[in-house]
Protein backbone atom coordinates (compact mmCIF):
# COMPACT_ATOMS: atom_id res chain seq x y z
CA UNK A 1 0.00 0.00 0.00
CA UNK A 2 1.18 3.62 -0.49
CA UNK A 3 1.69 5.47 2.11
CA UNK A 4 0.61 8.67 0.32
CA UNK A 5 -2.59 6.98 -0.34
CA UNK A 6 -3.06 6.19 3.49
CA UNK A 7 -1.84 9.63 4.40
CA UNK A 8 -5.01 10.91 2.47
CA UNK A 9 -7.89 7.79 2.61
CA UNK A 10 -7.18 7.13 5.89
CA UNK A 11 -6.15 10.56 7.51
CA UNK A 12 -7.34 12.60 5.44
CA UNK A 13 -4.02 14.88 4.83
CA UNK A 14 -2.83 15.68 1.97
CA UNK A 15 0.92 15.71 2.77
CA UNK A 16 3.68 14.93 5.46
CA UNK A 17 4.87 17.03 8.31
CA UNK A 18 8.30 17.57 8.66
CA UNK A 19 10.15 14.19 8.94
CA UNK A 20 7.52 12.07 9.53
CA UNK A 21 7.70 10.46 5.71
CA UNK A 22 11.62 9.84 6.06
CA UNK A 23 10.76 8.16 9.50
CA UNK A 24 8.05 6.07 8.06
CA UNK A 25 10.05 4.74 5.34
CA UNK A 26 12.82 3.88 7.72
CA UNK A 27 10.81 2.04 9.73
CA UNK A 28 9.29 -0.13 6.72
CA UNK A 29 12.43 -1.07 6.22
CA UNK A 30 12.89 -2.81 9.14
CA UNK A 31 15.45 -0.34 11.12
CA UNK A 32 14.71 0.89 14.47
CA UNK A 33 14.99 4.70 15.28
CA UNK A 34 14.87 7.05 17.95
CA UNK A 35 12.33 9.94 17.24
CA UNK A 36 12.41 13.24 19.04
CA UNK A 37 9.57 15.28 17.72
CA UNK A 38 7.78 18.32 20.08
CA UNK A 39 4.47 17.59 21.28
CA UNK A 40 1.50 18.26 18.61
CA UNK A 41 4.64 17.34 15.77
CA UNK A 42 2.75 13.92 14.71
CA UNK A 43 4.67 11.39 16.51
CA UNK A 44 1.93 9.01 16.33
CA UNK A 45 1.65 8.54 12.53
CA UNK A 46 5.05 7.61 12.25
CA UNK A 47 3.92 4.30 13.66
CA UNK A 48 0.65 4.08 12.83
CA UNK A 49 0.86 4.71 9.03
CA UNK A 50 3.69 1.76 9.12
CA UNK A 51 0.97 -0.38 11.05
CA UNK A 52 -1.70 -0.20 8.21
CA UNK A 53 0.63 -0.87 5.40
CA UNK A 54 2.61 -3.98 7.11
CA UNK A 55 1.58 -7.55 7.68
CA UNK A 56 0.98 -8.49 11.27
CA UNK A 57 0.45 -6.42 14.18
CA UNK A 58 2.07 -3.11 15.86
CA UNK A 59 2.21 -2.85 19.94
CA UNK A 60 2.31 0.56 21.24
CA UNK A 61 3.79 0.90 24.74
CA UNK A 62 2.31 3.83 26.22
CA UNK A 63 2.57 4.63 29.84
CA UNK A 64 -1.06 6.04 30.28
CA UNK A 65 -3.98 4.53 29.98
CA UNK A 66 -6.32 8.11 29.41
CA UNK A 67 -3.50 8.43 26.45
CA UNK A 68 -4.00 5.09 25.23
CA UNK A 69 -7.87 5.50 25.22
CA UNK A 70 -7.86 8.80 23.00
CA UNK A 71 -5.32 7.05 20.09
CA UNK A 72 -7.65 4.17 20.19
CA UNK A 73 -10.80 6.24 19.91
CA UNK A 74 -9.36 8.41 17.15
CA UNK A 75 -7.99 5.25 15.40
CA UNK A 76 -11.78 3.80 15.23
CA UNK A 77 -13.07 6.65 14.05
CA UNK A 78 -11.21 6.30 10.76
CA UNK A 79 -11.92 2.66 10.72
CA UNK A 80 -8.56 1.27 11.96
CA UNK A 81 -8.94 -1.49 13.63
CA UNK A 82 -7.14 -0.59 17.17
CA UNK A 83 -7.50 -1.99 20.67
CA UNK A 84 -5.75 -1.37 24.00
CA UNK A 85 -5.32 -3.81 26.99
CA UNK A 86 -5.15 -2.28 30.75
CA UNK A 87 -6.74 -2.41 34.04
CA UNK A 88 -9.94 -0.70 33.27
CA UNK A 89 -10.61 -2.97 30.26
CA UNK A 90 -13.69 -5.46 30.80
CA UNK A 91 -12.20 -8.62 31.72
CA UNK A 92 -15.30 -10.10 29.21
CA UNK A 93 -13.73 -7.94 26.26
CA UNK A 94 -10.19 -8.88 27.27
CA UNK A 95 -10.77 -13.02 25.56
CA UNK A 96 -12.57 -10.80 22.44
CA UNK A 97 -9.31 -8.53 22.09
CA UNK A 98 -7.21 -11.33 21.98
CA UNK A 99 -9.34 -13.66 19.21
CA UNK A 100 -8.56 -10.26 17.47
CA UNK A 101 -5.15 -10.72 17.52
CA UNK A 102 -5.02 -14.09 17.15
CA UNK A 103 -7.41 -14.09 14.14
CA UNK A 104 -5.32 -11.09 12.22
CA UNK A 105 -8.12 -8.85 12.37
CA UNK A 106 -6.36 -6.48 14.86
CA UNK A 107 -3.88 -3.62 13.01
CA UNK A 108 -2.56 -1.58 16.57
CA UNK A 109 -2.51 -2.93 20.30
CA UNK A 110 -1.76 -0.34 22.77
CA UNK A 111 -0.23 -1.78 26.02
CA UNK A 112 1.05 -0.77 29.36
CA UNK A 113 5.26 -1.23 30.09
CA UNK A 114 3.85 -3.96 33.40
CA UNK A 115 1.42 -5.74 30.70
CA UNK A 116 3.47 -6.39 27.57
CA UNK A 117 6.27 -7.63 30.02
CA UNK A 118 4.38 -10.12 32.17
CA UNK A 119 5.25 -13.80 31.43
CA UNK A 120 2.16 -15.09 30.17
CA UNK A 121 1.53 -11.85 27.43
CA UNK A 122 5.05 -12.36 26.12
CA UNK A 123 4.56 -16.25 25.46
CA UNK A 124 0.93 -15.07 23.77
CA UNK A 125 3.02 -12.70 21.67
CA UNK A 126 5.91 -15.09 20.74
CA UNK A 127 3.03 -17.34 18.68
CA UNK A 128 1.90 -13.99 16.67
CA UNK A 129 2.87 -12.16 13.80
CA UNK A 130 4.41 -8.72 15.45
CA UNK A 131 5.47 -6.31 12.75
CA UNK A 132 6.46 -3.46 14.97
CA UNK A 133 7.16 -2.03 18.53
CA UNK A 134 6.26 1.60 19.07
CA UNK A 135 7.61 2.56 22.94
CA UNK A 136 5.74 6.09 23.53
CA UNK A 137 7.21 8.38 25.80
CA UNK A 138 10.71 6.67 25.80
CA UNK A 139 12.29 9.72 27.93
CA UNK A 140 10.66 7.71 30.84
CA UNK A 141 13.67 4.80 30.30
CA UNK A 142 16.26 7.44 30.86
CA UNK A 143 17.63 8.78 34.68
CA UNK A 144 18.35 11.55 32.60
CA UNK A 145 14.89 12.02 31.04
CA UNK A 146 12.43 14.72 32.99
CA UNK A 147 9.91 11.73 34.16
CA UNK A 148 12.37 8.44 34.91
CA UNK A 149 10.16 4.83 35.42
CA UNK A 150 11.78 2.01 36.69
CA UNK A 151 9.05 -0.29 34.58
CA UNK A 152 10.81 1.54 30.90
CA UNK A 153 14.67 -0.10 31.95
CA UNK A 154 12.86 -3.42 31.56
CA UNK A 155 11.79 -3.07 28.10
CA UNK A 156 15.05 -3.63 27.16
CA UNK A 157 14.08 -7.36 27.38
CA UNK A 158 12.03 -6.97 23.84
CA UNK A 159 15.22 -6.78 22.02
CA UNK A 160 15.58 -10.07 23.80
CA UNK A 161 12.44 -11.94 22.98
CA UNK A 162 11.85 -10.47 19.36
CA UNK A 163 15.51 -9.94 17.93
CA UNK A 164 14.17 -9.75 14.23
CA UNK A 165 11.29 -7.31 15.36
CA UNK A 166 12.08 -3.83 14.37
CA UNK A 167 11.25 -0.76 17.51
CA UNK A 168 10.54 3.16 17.03
CA UNK A 169 11.00 4.93 19.99
CA UNK A 170 9.36 8.15 20.47
CA UNK A 171 9.38 11.20 22.76
CA UNK A 172 8.47 15.05 22.88
CA UNK A 173 11.28 16.07 25.12
CA UNK A 174 15.08 14.77 25.28
CA UNK A 175 18.38 16.23 25.43
CA UNK A 176 21.34 14.89 24.33
CA UNK A 177 22.55 13.24 26.89
CA UNK A 178 18.72 11.95 27.29
CA UNK A 179 18.71 11.15 23.43
CA UNK A 180 22.23 8.70 23.91
CA UNK A 181 20.75 7.16 27.11
CA UNK A 182 17.41 5.79 25.56
CA UNK A 183 19.49 4.29 22.49
CA UNK A 184 21.47 2.34 25.51
CA UNK A 185 19.17 1.53 27.86
CA UNK A 186 16.11 -0.33 25.17
CA UNK A 187 19.48 -1.83 23.21
CA UNK A 188 18.34 -0.14 20.12
CA UNK A 189 20.07 -1.73 17.28
CA UNK A 190 21.83 0.93 15.57
CA UNK A 191 19.12 3.35 15.75
CA UNK A 192 19.05 6.54 13.65
CA UNK A 193 18.24 9.64 15.49
CA UNK A 194 15.41 11.41 13.99
CA UNK A 195 15.30 15.16 15.82
CA UNK A 196 12.68 17.51 14.50
CA UNK A 197 12.86 21.22 15.21
CA UNK A 198 11.87 22.37 19.21
CA UNK A 199 10.75 25.58 18.06
CA UNK A 200 7.12 26.13 18.76
CA UNK A 201 6.33 28.99 15.91
CA UNK A 202 2.79 29.25 17.20
CA UNK A 203 3.47 29.79 21.20
CA UNK A 204 4.39 32.88 22.14
CA UNK A 205 6.34 32.40 25.91
CA UNK A 206 6.81 34.73 28.21
CA UNK A 207 7.90 34.22 32.64
CA UNK A 208 6.97 36.80 34.64
CA UNK A 209 7.71 37.32 38.15
CA UNK A 210 5.41 35.55 40.89
CA UNK A 211 4.26 38.38 42.37
CA UNK A 212 0.15 38.64 43.25
CA UNK A 213 -0.05 35.48 40.72
CA UNK A 214 -3.65 35.13 41.11
CA UNK A 215 -4.16 39.21 39.74
CA UNK A 216 -2.03 38.49 36.83
CA UNK A 217 -3.90 35.44 35.94
CA UNK A 218 -7.22 37.68 35.61
CA UNK A 219 -5.92 40.22 33.49
CA UNK A 220 -4.67 36.92 31.42
CA UNK A 221 -7.53 35.60 31.15
CA UNK A 222 -9.84 39.05 30.52
CA UNK A 223 -9.43 38.79 26.82
CA UNK A 224 -9.36 35.14 26.50
CA UNK A 225 -12.48 34.52 28.59
CA UNK A 226 -14.15 31.54 26.57
CA UNK A 227 -10.62 29.82 25.35
CA UNK A 228 -9.52 26.74 26.76
CA UNK A 229 -6.69 26.26 29.05
CA UNK A 230 -4.61 24.59 31.47
CA UNK A 231 -3.16 26.48 34.95
CA UNK A 232 -0.48 24.21 36.17
CA UNK A 233 0.66 24.19 39.81
CA UNK A 234 2.48 22.41 42.02
CA UNK A 235 0.25 20.82 44.45
CA UNK A 236 -2.87 19.98 44.70
CA UNK A 237 -3.99 22.61 47.70
CA UNK A 238 -3.21 25.17 45.22
CA UNK A 239 -4.94 23.56 42.17
CA UNK A 240 -8.41 23.74 44.30
CA UNK A 241 -7.45 27.10 45.65
CA UNK A 242 -6.59 28.69 42.19
CA UNK A 243 -9.36 26.62 40.53
CA UNK A 244 -11.65 28.38 43.69
CA UNK A 245 -11.06 31.69 42.73
CA UNK A 246 -11.39 31.70 39.06
CA UNK A 247 -14.88 29.84 39.71
CA UNK A 248 -15.46 32.93 41.44
CA UNK A 249 -14.89 35.27 38.94
CA UNK A 250 -17.01 33.09 36.44
CA UNK A 251 -14.65 31.17 34.91
CA UNK A 252 -15.60 27.83 34.12
CA UNK A 253 -12.72 26.03 35.61
CA UNK A 254 -11.93 23.18 37.52
CA UNK A 255 -9.27 21.43 40.14
CA UNK A 256 -7.56 18.31 38.71
CA UNK A 257 -4.97 16.11 40.57
CA UNK A 258 -4.72 12.35 41.93
CA UNK A 259 -6.30 13.26 45.09
CA UNK A 260 -9.88 13.04 43.87
CA UNK A 261 -11.59 9.88 42.92
CA UNK A 262 -11.25 8.39 39.93
CA UNK A 263 -15.02 9.01 38.88
CA UNK A 264 -14.48 12.66 39.35
CA UNK A 265 -11.21 13.16 37.01
CA UNK A 266 -12.78 11.37 34.56
CA UNK A 267 -15.56 13.88 34.54
CA UNK A 268 -13.38 16.64 34.54
CA UNK A 269 -11.01 15.44 31.79
CA UNK A 270 -14.14 14.49 29.32
CA UNK A 271 -15.70 18.08 29.76
CA UNK A 272 -12.45 19.24 29.52
CA UNK A 273 -11.76 17.44 26.05
CA UNK A 274 -15.47 17.99 24.75
CA UNK A 275 -15.66 21.91 25.43
CA UNK A 276 -18.12 21.84 28.28
CA UNK A 277 -15.24 23.82 30.70
CA UNK A 278 -12.70 26.04 29.82
CA UNK A 279 -10.22 25.56 32.62
CA UNK A 280 -8.60 23.16 34.38
CA UNK A 281 -6.12 23.61 37.22
CA UNK A 282 -3.89 20.58 37.59
CA UNK A 283 -0.99 18.63 39.03
CA UNK A 284 1.22 16.91 36.45
CA UNK A 285 -1.03 14.40 36.87
CA UNK A 286 -3.06 15.73 34.00
CA UNK A 287 0.37 16.29 31.72
CA UNK A 288 0.26 13.20 29.37
CA UNK A 289 -3.18 12.04 29.26
CA UNK A 290 -4.50 15.30 27.33
CA UNK A 291 -4.57 15.64 23.71
CA UNK A 292 -7.05 18.43 23.10
CA UNK A 293 -5.88 20.41 19.45
CA UNK A 294 -7.57 23.47 20.59
CA UNK A 295 -5.97 24.70 23.65
CA UNK A 296 -5.09 27.97 23.58
CA UNK A 297 -3.05 28.92 26.36
CA UNK A 298 -0.69 27.18 29.37
CA UNK A 299 0.09 29.15 32.49
CA UNK A 300 2.35 27.52 34.96
CA UNK A 301 1.67 28.77 38.43
CA UNK A 302 4.43 27.49 39.81
CA UNK A 303 8.15 26.90 38.20
CA UNK A 304 8.39 23.63 36.59
CA UNK A 305 11.55 21.50 38.01
CA UNK A 306 12.92 21.16 34.23
CA UNK A 307 12.85 22.65 31.18
CA UNK A 308 11.75 18.97 29.38
CA UNK A 309 8.42 19.02 31.66
CA UNK A 310 8.16 22.51 31.21
CA UNK A 311 8.41 22.14 27.53
CA UNK A 312 6.67 19.59 27.26
CA UNK A 313 3.44 20.87 29.27
CA UNK A 314 3.40 24.29 27.10
CA UNK A 315 3.04 21.17 24.22
CA UNK A 316 -0.26 20.75 25.15
CA UNK A 317 -0.66 24.28 23.53
CA UNK A 318 -2.01 24.88 19.97
CA UNK A 319 -1.42 21.25 19.10
CA UNK A 320 -3.96 22.50 15.93
CA UNK A 321 -1.16 24.74 14.34
CA UNK A 322 -3.11 27.95 15.13
CA UNK A 323 -1.78 30.70 17.89
CA UNK A 324 -1.32 29.51 21.43
CA UNK A 325 0.14 31.54 24.71
CA UNK A 326 2.23 30.10 27.34
CA UNK A 327 2.80 31.91 30.64
CA UNK A 328 5.57 31.24 33.43
CA UNK A 329 5.50 32.58 36.96
CA UNK A 330 9.05 32.01 38.85
CA UNK A 331 10.30 33.19 42.59
CA UNK A 332 13.29 32.10 44.03
CA UNK A 333 10.85 30.07 46.54
CA UNK A 334 9.54 27.81 43.86
CA UNK A 335 13.38 26.72 43.50
CA UNK A 336 13.98 26.17 46.80
CA UNK A 337 11.09 24.10 47.36
CA UNK A 338 11.76 22.14 44.18
CA UNK A 339 15.51 21.99 45.30
CA UNK A 340 14.10 20.67 48.85
CA UNK A 341 11.75 18.25 46.87
CA UNK A 342 14.68 16.64 45.60
CA UNK A 343 17.01 16.51 48.49
CA UNK A 344 14.10 14.73 50.69
CA UNK A 345 13.70 12.09 47.93
CA UNK A 346 14.84 8.48 48.38
CA UNK A 347 16.75 8.57 45.07
CA UNK A 348 20.24 7.92 44.14
CA UNK A 349 22.61 10.43 44.74
CA UNK A 350 23.60 10.59 40.88
CA UNK A 351 19.69 10.98 40.37
CA UNK A 352 19.60 13.72 42.34
CA UNK A 353 22.77 15.47 41.15
CA UNK A 354 21.17 15.09 37.73
CA UNK A 355 17.84 16.80 38.70
CA UNK A 356 19.43 19.65 40.69
CA UNK A 357 21.28 20.24 37.56
CA UNK A 358 18.15 20.50 35.68
CA UNK A 359 16.45 23.02 37.47
CA UNK A 360 19.15 25.16 37.82
CA UNK A 361 18.79 25.13 34.15
CA UNK A 362 15.13 25.75 34.56
CA UNK A 363 15.94 28.31 36.61
CA UNK A 364 18.09 30.06 34.49
CA UNK A 365 15.55 30.17 31.49
CA UNK A 366 12.55 31.78 34.54
CA UNK A 367 15.14 34.63 34.88
CA UNK A 368 16.93 34.86 31.06
CA UNK A 369 16.78 38.33 29.86
CA UNK A 370 17.51 37.27 25.92
CA UNK A 371 15.56 35.17 23.77
CA UNK A 372 14.27 32.17 25.58
CA UNK A 373 13.34 30.23 22.34
CA UNK A 374 16.89 29.88 21.62
CA UNK A 375 17.93 28.83 25.33
CA UNK A 376 15.60 25.84 24.83
CA UNK A 377 16.33 25.22 21.81
CA UNK A 378 20.24 25.13 23.23
CA UNK A 379 19.66 22.89 25.44
CA UNK A 380 18.21 20.17 23.27
CA UNK A 381 21.68 20.89 20.92
CA UNK A 382 19.64 22.72 18.39
CA UNK A 383 21.55 25.68 17.95
CA UNK A 384 20.09 29.06 16.69
CA UNK A 385 21.08 32.78 17.25
CA UNK A 386 18.51 34.41 15.82
CA UNK A 387 15.38 35.77 17.52
CA UNK A 388 12.70 34.35 17.63
CA UNK A 389 9.81 36.83 17.57
CA UNK A 390 7.34 35.01 19.54
CA UNK A 391 8.76 35.05 23.10
CA UNK A 392 8.44 37.85 25.87
CA UNK A 393 12.16 39.29 25.16
CA UNK A 394 12.37 39.53 21.81
CA UNK A 395 8.74 40.88 21.44
CA UNK A 396 9.36 42.93 23.96
CA UNK A 397 13.28 43.31 24.90
CA UNK A 398 14.57 45.12 27.87
CA UNK A 399 17.68 46.71 27.37
CA UNK A 400 20.28 45.37 29.73
CA UNK A 401 23.67 46.36 31.09
CA UNK A 402 26.45 44.59 33.09
CA UNK A 403 25.42 44.79 36.15
CA UNK A 404 28.35 42.30 38.41
CA UNK A 405 29.50 45.36 40.42
CA UNK A 406 26.51 46.52 41.74
CA UNK A 407 25.53 43.09 42.62
CA UNK A 408 29.00 42.77 43.99
CA UNK A 409 28.06 45.80 46.15
CA UNK A 410 24.77 44.50 46.92
CA UNK A 411 26.57 41.00 48.23
CA UNK A 412 28.87 42.56 50.09
CA UNK A 413 26.74 45.11 52.11
CA UNK A 414 24.50 41.92 52.97
CA UNK A 415 27.65 40.00 54.09
CA UNK A 416 29.23 42.71 56.41
CA UNK A 417 25.85 43.23 57.56
CA UNK A 418 25.77 39.37 58.89
CA UNK A 419 22.53 39.10 56.58
CA UNK A 420 20.52 41.09 59.18
CA UNK A 421 18.83 43.59 56.69
CA UNK A 422 16.19 43.15 54.62
CA UNK A 423 16.02 44.83 50.91
CA UNK A 424 15.33 48.63 51.98
CA UNK A 425 17.98 49.02 55.10
CA UNK A 426 20.43 47.65 52.16
CA UNK A 427 19.40 50.08 49.98
CA UNK A 428 19.80 53.24 52.26
CA UNK A 429 23.12 51.62 53.53
CA UNK A 430 24.77 51.47 49.72
CA UNK A 431 23.16 55.15 49.29
CA UNK A 432 25.18 56.39 52.05
CA UNK A 433 22.05 56.96 53.96
CA UNK A 434 21.71 59.33 57.79
CA UNK A 435 18.61 57.15 58.33
CA UNK A 436 18.66 56.51 62.29
CA UNK A 437 18.17 52.79 61.69
CA UNK A 438 21.58 53.16 59.86
CA UNK A 439 23.29 54.65 62.41
CA UNK A 440 21.90 52.76 65.33
CA UNK A 441 23.29 49.43 63.22
CA UNK A 442 26.85 50.90 63.06
CA UNK A 443 26.19 50.55 59.19
CA UNK A 444 27.23 53.40 58.66
CA UNK A 445 30.97 52.60 59.72
CA UNK A 446 31.35 49.23 57.33
CA UNK A 447 33.10 49.34 54.19
CA UNK A 448 30.36 49.33 51.95
CA UNK A 449 28.47 52.44 53.29
CA UNK A 450 28.04 55.09 50.53
CA UNK A 451 29.58 52.88 47.83
CA UNK A 452 26.19 52.91 45.53
CA UNK A 453 25.64 56.62 46.63
CA UNK A 454 24.50 57.43 42.94
CA UNK A 455 21.78 54.96 42.21
CA UNK A 456 18.53 55.83 43.02
CA UNK A 457 16.61 54.36 45.71
CA UNK A 458 13.94 52.77 43.18
CA UNK A 459 16.31 51.49 40.47
CA UNK A 460 18.32 50.10 43.88
CA UNK A 461 15.24 48.09 44.08
CA UNK A 462 14.40 47.14 40.77
CA UNK A 463 18.18 45.62 40.55
CA UNK A 464 18.04 43.64 43.91
CA UNK A 465 14.75 42.53 43.01
CA UNK A 466 16.31 41.05 39.77
CA UNK A 467 18.88 39.64 41.92
CA UNK A 468 16.59 38.25 44.26
CA UNK A 469 15.09 36.64 41.31
CA UNK A 470 18.50 35.18 39.58
CA UNK A 471 19.14 33.40 43.03
CA UNK A 472 22.36 35.04 43.66
CA UNK A 473 20.30 36.64 46.97
CA UNK A 474 17.64 35.16 49.10
CA UNK A 475 14.99 36.64 50.81
CA UNK A 476 14.52 35.00 54.23
CA UNK A 477 10.86 34.51 55.11
CA UNK A 478 11.56 33.19 58.35
CA UNK A 479 13.93 35.65 59.77
CA UNK A 480 11.81 38.48 59.02
CA UNK A 481 12.42 38.68 55.35
CA UNK A 482 16.02 39.84 55.81
CA UNK A 483 18.43 39.18 52.58
CA UNK A 484 20.78 36.44 52.66
CA UNK A 485 23.77 35.03 50.21
CA UNK A 486 23.23 31.84 48.37
CA UNK A 487 25.42 28.95 47.28
CA UNK A 488 25.72 30.96 44.01
CA UNK A 489 26.94 34.67 45.51
CA UNK A 490 30.70 33.65 46.49
CA UNK A 491 31.23 33.40 41.91
CA UNK A 492 29.55 36.85 41.62
CA UNK A 493 31.79 37.96 44.34
CA UNK A 494 35.02 36.70 42.86
CA UNK A 495 34.16 37.80 39.09
CA UNK A 496 33.84 34.26 38.14
CA UNK A 497 29.49 35.13 36.99
CA UNK A 498 28.60 38.11 35.43
CA UNK A 499 25.54 39.31 36.28
CA UNK A 500 23.17 41.15 33.91
CA UNK A 501 20.30 43.40 34.49
CA UNK A 502 17.47 45.00 33.40
CA UNK A 503 17.73 48.94 33.06
CA UNK A 504 15.15 50.58 35.40
CA UNK A 505 12.20 52.31 33.27
CA UNK A 506 9.66 54.05 35.20
CA UNK A 507 6.02 53.60 34.32
CA UNK A 508 5.75 56.91 31.87
CA UNK A 509 8.54 55.31 29.54
CA UNK A 510 7.37 51.92 29.40
CA UNK A 511 6.23 50.71 26.00
CA UNK A 512 3.59 48.88 25.81
CA UNK A 513 4.16 45.34 25.02
CA UNK A 514 3.59 44.64 20.90
CA UNK A 515 1.73 40.96 21.06
CA UNK A 516 2.80 39.01 17.92
CA UNK A 517 -0.07 36.09 17.14
CA UNK A 518 0.13 33.79 14.49
CA UNK A 519 -3.77 32.59 13.75
CA UNK A 520 -5.41 30.71 11.50
CA UNK A 521 -6.88 32.69 8.61
CA UNK A 522 -10.57 32.24 9.13
CA UNK A 523 -11.98 35.67 7.84
CA UNK A 524 -13.99 34.45 5.62
CA UNK A 525 -15.61 32.08 7.91
CA UNK A 526 -19.19 32.18 8.00
CA UNK A 527 -19.67 32.24 12.17
CA UNK A 528 -23.20 31.20 12.08
CA UNK A 529 -22.25 28.08 10.06
CA UNK A 530 -19.38 27.52 12.00
CA UNK A 531 -21.51 27.70 15.44
CA UNK A 532 -23.85 25.30 13.80
CA UNK A 533 -21.29 22.88 12.59
CA UNK A 534 -19.73 22.67 16.64
CA UNK A 535 -23.13 21.52 17.35
CA UNK A 536 -23.76 18.96 15.24
CA UNK A 537 -20.43 17.96 16.19
CA UNK A 538 -21.24 18.03 19.95
CA UNK A 539 -24.34 16.33 19.88
CA UNK A 540 -22.57 13.58 17.52
CA UNK A 541 -19.15 13.30 20.31
CA UNK A 542 -21.97 12.99 23.50
CA UNK A 543 -23.70 10.23 21.32
CA UNK A 544 -20.74 8.16 20.86
CA UNK A 545 -19.58 9.32 24.69
CA UNK A 546 -15.70 10.92 22.60
CA UNK A 547 -14.11 13.98 22.89
CA UNK A 548 -15.56 16.53 20.41
CA UNK A 549 -11.82 16.58 18.49
CA UNK A 550 -12.39 12.81 17.70
CA UNK A 551 -15.49 13.72 15.16
CA UNK A 552 -13.79 16.79 13.64
CA UNK A 553 -10.75 18.87 14.89
CA UNK A 554 -11.93 23.01 14.99
CA UNK A 555 -9.67 23.86 11.95
CA UNK A 556 -11.73 21.41 10.16
CA UNK A 557 -14.52 23.42 10.84
CA UNK A 558 -13.37 26.63 10.18
CA UNK A 559 -12.29 24.90 6.87
CA UNK A 560 -15.87 24.21 6.31
CA UNK A 561 -17.39 27.26 7.06
CA UNK A 562 -15.06 29.03 4.47
CA UNK A 563 -15.33 27.27 1.73
CA UNK A 564 -18.88 26.07 1.76
CA UNK A 565 -18.69 22.66 0.08
CA UNK A 566 -21.37 21.76 -1.93
CA UNK A 567 -20.03 18.44 -3.39
CA UNK A 568 -18.16 15.03 -1.71
CA UNK A 569 -15.23 16.41 -4.09
CA UNK A 570 -14.80 19.88 -2.20
CA UNK A 571 -15.58 17.85 1.12
CA UNK A 572 -12.61 16.05 0.73
CA UNK A 573 -10.41 19.19 0.16
CA UNK A 574 -10.59 20.37 3.70
CA UNK A 575 -8.09 19.13 5.89
CA UNK A 576 -8.71 16.10 8.17
CA UNK A 577 -11.27 14.71 6.00
CA UNK A 578 -10.40 11.23 4.64
CA UNK A 579 -12.55 8.34 3.28
CA UNK A 580 -13.64 7.52 5.86
CA UNK A 581 -15.01 10.65 6.85
CA UNK A 582 -16.39 11.23 4.63
CA UNK A 583 -18.61 8.03 4.60
CA UNK A 584 -19.46 7.95 8.19
CA UNK A 585 -20.01 12.29 8.35
CA UNK A 586 -19.94 13.58 4.75
CA UNK A 587 -23.91 13.48 3.89
CA UNK A 588 -24.68 15.36 7.21
CA UNK A 589 -22.35 17.96 6.63
CA UNK A 590 -22.95 18.40 3.01
CA UNK A 591 -26.79 19.03 4.58
CA UNK A 592 -25.77 21.01 6.90
CA UNK A 593 -24.46 23.52 4.70
CA UNK A 594 -26.36 23.27 1.84
CA UNK A 595 -29.77 24.27 4.27
CA UNK A 596 -27.80 26.89 5.81
CA UNK A 597 -27.06 28.15 2.27
CA UNK A 598 -30.50 28.39 1.21
CA UNK A 599 -31.77 29.91 4.69
CA UNK A 600 -29.09 32.49 5.08
Known sequence: MDIHQILKDTFGYTQFRDKQEQIINHVLDDKDALVIMPTGGGKSMCYQIPALVNPGLTVVISPLIALMNDQVSALRELDVEADALHSNIDSNFVSEIYNDIESGHLKMLYVSPEKILSENFLHFLKNQKISLFAIDEAHCVSVWGNDFRPEYVKLAQLKEHFPEVPTIALTATADNATQADISKQLKLNDPTHFVSSFERKNINTAAKSGIKRIEQIFNFLLPR??????????????TESVASKLQARGFKAEAYHAGLDAAKRKQVQDDFQNDILNIVCATIAFGMGIDKPNIRWVIHYNMPKNIEGYYQEIGRGGRDGNYANALLFYSWGDYLNLQKFIDDSEATQQFKAVQRAKLQRMWEFATANSCRTNLVLNYFGEYKHTKCNHCDNCINPQELFDGTRYAQMALSGII?????????????????????????????????????REVPFIHWKHYI?????QGIIAIDFTDYSRLK?????????????????AKFVSPEERKKPII?????????????????????????????????????????????????????????????????????????????????????
Not at 227 to 238: F, H, M, N, Q, T
Not at 420 to 426: A, F, Q, R, S, T
Not at 486 to 492: A, C, G, H, K
Request: hydrophobic letters at 35%.
Open 225 to 238: ENEAGIVYCLSRKS
Open 416 to 452: RTHQHVGINLLIDILRGSSKQEVRQGNYDKIKTFGVG
Open 465 to 469: TQMIN
Open 485 to 501: ITPLSQNVLQGKTKIEL
Open 516 to 600: QKIKFDDSDADVVLLDKLKQWRRAKANKMNAPAFVILHDKSLRQIASVLPDSEMKLLSIEGIGKAKMTKYGKEILELVASHSTNS
